[in-house]
């Protein structure tokens, strides 16, 4: 049977079978409300045995385990509440809003989760891809500023449309299968991008310490992270190659030249953006053009960058002036495995690890070719780079098409525009291959 159409009056939505109902989230759940958090100061309401849900653990898929658990005490002193298995979370502030999680075991939440458990008539997977559908639309109305947030009445009025409990598991049964072929195809893709990563450290561990020649002696350097090099190198500290850039300033701008450590891609030393200082609270860095930056903060993200203009940094940051070292050089040391694996080992602090200059990195020895052999090793790792991230580049065009597509079918097959429901499984196996 064909759908017949009429509009929602609803501009996200649209169009709609006529058939379907409307209804509000409120309407559709036995339970719906936020929970809580027990005071942080007191031992006795943490490490306990109730699984205890924060939207740092939603990951838009089933809930299996938690970061944190309490107690019974904790529990029955602060507003956090039991839900149960089969409840939907969708997370309601900052940077997670809109992420959802199922649990698959009671379990209490924090007051950034709201608990949906839907009724009898209402399908849980069904509504979890709905909260997928319009999780855009929550982010363009949240409010907060730079910490958007949803309130838990925006979701109880959300309005939504929904067919007879039969159509509605056609549509999460295919959207199941739909995605979960694209997942796999999204996971093979970030992969690739992974190895393309690795291979490439790889390289240019072998090369900064082994260099270009595969018939040159090597001789043990004494240094783990190095290993054997070239006999005819020379190794030297890091504090004796380079100067720390320490010059702080807190003068407010408006200019966008100022660097966050998560304005830094991972692993690739490619730069996101820059901003404004306007809302820093502390004193940043300066560096100039020709500077390294290497971030102190979580060290195994390898974040790392050559400066090509002035600027300012946050202190997670570290920034080197190359003075006895080329700097292109110097920035393919401070990335290669082996220097972002001892970093990472030496690294202190349990949530979050960094490493310091003074006490650790400044003692550290850097293999040191000639300077001509410098460039040449230099020359050959950019040719090779550049090949790499433009690979690398493909592929993350190939996962934004999929994500986009992805997005556009669960949107299409919860408002009902992709009619599944009446599809015989052969149909439903053709479509999903």
């Not at 940043?284 to 020709?290: A, P, Q, S």
Request: glycine share 6%.
């Amino acid at each position: 049977m064909k759908y017949e159409y009429i509009h929602s009056g609803i501009d996200w939505i649209g169009e709609v079978p006529k058939h379907w109902r409307k209804e509000k989230i409120f309407r559709a759940a036995e339970l719906i409300t936020s929970g809580g958090t027990p005071r942080s100061g007191n031992d006795e309401y943490y490490e306990g045995d109730i699984y205890w849900i924060q939207s740092g653990d939603l990951n838009d898929s089933y809930v299996i385990e938690t970061e944190k658990k309490i107690t019974q005490e904790g529990l029955d002193n602060s507003s956090a509440k039991l839900f149960p298995a089969g409840t939907l979370l969708v997370a309601m502030y900052g940077a997670t809003i809109g992420k959802l999680g199922i649990q698959t075991m009671e379990a209490a939440t924090n007051q950034a989760c709201c608990g949906i458990y839907p009724t009898t008539r209402i399908d849980l997977k069904f509504l979890f891809y709905f909260f997928h559908a319009v999780k855009d639309k929550y982010l363009s109305d949240s409010y907060g500023g730079g910490q958007p947030n949803i309130s838990q009445s925006v979701i109880k009025q959300t309005y939504f449309f929904v067919p007879e409990k039969s159509e509605q598991l056609a549509i999460s049964t295919y959207l199941d299968k739909t995605c979960a072929y694209l997942d796999r195809v999204l996971e093979i893709k970030r992969k690739q991008i992974e190895n393309l990563q690795q291979q490439f450290k790889s390289i240019v561990q072998h090369t900064v310490t082994k260099g270009l020649k595969s018939s040159v002696q090597l001789t043990d350097s004494g240094e783990d992270w190095i290993g054997k090099m070239p006999e005819l190198w020379k190794q030297d500290r890091l504090k004796d190659l380079v100067e720390l850039r320490n010059e702080k300033t807190d003068e407010k701008s408006e200019v966008e030249d100022y660097l966050e450590l998560e304005d830094i891609e991972k692993e690739n030393g490619r730069i996101l953006g820059f901003r404004n200082t306007e809302e820093v609270n502390s004193k940043v860095t300066i560096f100039k053009k020709g500077d390294v930056l290497f971030g102190k903060l979580r060290p195994y993200l390898n974040k790392h960058y050559l400066a090509k203009e002035d600027g300012k940094c946050t202190g997670e940051i570290l920034a080197f002036n190359c003075s006895k070292i080329l700097n292109r050089y110097f920035e393919y040391c401070l990335s290669s495995h082996g220097f972002i694996e001892t970093c990472t080992i030496i690294s202190y602090g349990a949530k979050m690890p960094r490493v310091d200059f003074t006490t650790q990195l400044a003692y550290f020895y850097l293999p040191l070719p000639p300077a001509e052999e410098q460039v040449e090793i230099c020359n050959t790792l950019d040719i090779i780079r550049d090949r790499n991230l433009e690979t690398i580049s493909k592929i993350e065009k190939q996962i934004e098409v999929l994500l986009t597509y992805k997005k556009s079918l669960i949107h299409e097959v919860v408002t009902g525009k992709k009619q599944v429901y009446g599809l015989t499984k052969e149909k439903q196996q053709m479509q999903t291959a």
